[in-house]
């Protein structure tokens, strides 16, 4: 069973979930009553008339088939190289900056503290912004080899 069909599966238990209880909470007694016997007879739901036991073990058995190995690739691979191209773009700010700040006099000491301050900064974002394409970049890699966990 493929990863849509038991995502439409699950969604259609839910749906029989809610609409169950829906009609239950707008019954009254003697109406519940009369189902409960018609469905009773015809072998239905012998014990329990809304089988929400039976629908709820459904629900969780199709929760579990749905687990990581059944996710949307191509919209993992997708959110990767979108992160890729936001860290590339981030990386080439940051390095205009370092660009402009070599454009600063040297000798002006108090301009000086504050140039080392934002290079400092500037330096640790550059580096955020790497580590983020890469960790994209291995995403990607996982993706394409089926090792999604």
């Given at each position: 069973m493929n990863a849509s069909t038991i995502t439409a599966l699950?969604?259609?238990?839910?749906?029989?979930?809610?609409?169950?209880?829906?009609?239950?909470?707008?019954?009254?007694?003697?109406?519940?009553a009369k189902v409960h016997e018609?469905?009773?007879?015809?072998?239905?739901?012998?014990g329990d008339m809304t089988r929400a036991n039976e629908r709820h073990a459904a629900i969780e058995a199709a929760s579990a088939c749905s687990k990581p190995s059944m996710i949307n690739v191509a919209a993992i691979r997708q959110h990767a190289s979108d992160i890729g191209a936001h860290a590339a773009r981030l990386e080439i700010l940051l390095l205009t900056i370092f660009d402009r700040l070599e454009e600063i006099d040297p000798k002006d000491?108090?301009?000086?503290?504050?140039?080392?301050?934002?290079?400092?900064?500037?330096?640790?974002?550059?580096?955020?912004?790497?580590?983020?394409?890469?960790?994209?970049?291995?995403?990607?890699?996982?993706?394409?080899?089926?090792?999604?966990?």
């Amino acid at each position: 069973m493929n990863a849509s069909t038991i995502t439409a599966l699950l969604a259609e238990l839910h749906h029989a979930d809610h609409i169950i209880k829906a009609m239950l909470n707008a019954m009254t007694l003697q109406q519940k009553a009369k189902v409960h016997e018609q469905l009773e007879s015809a072998g239905v739901s012998p014990g329990d008339m809304t089988r929400a036991n039976e629908r709820h073990a459904a629900i969780e058995a199709a929760s579990a088939c749905s687990k990581p190995s059944m996710i949307n690739v191509a919209a993992i691979r997708q959110h990767a190289s979108d992160i890729g191209a936001h860290a590339a773009r981030l990386e080439i700010l940051l390095l205009t900056i370092f660009d402009r700040l070599e454009e600063i006099d040297p000798k002006d000491r108090g301009t000086r503290a504050a140039v080392d301050a934002v290079e400092c900064f500037t330096s640790c974002a550059l580096r955020n912004g790497v580590l983020m394409r890469e960790a994209a970049i291995q995403v990607e890699a996982l993706v394409l080899k089926g090792h999604v966990a």
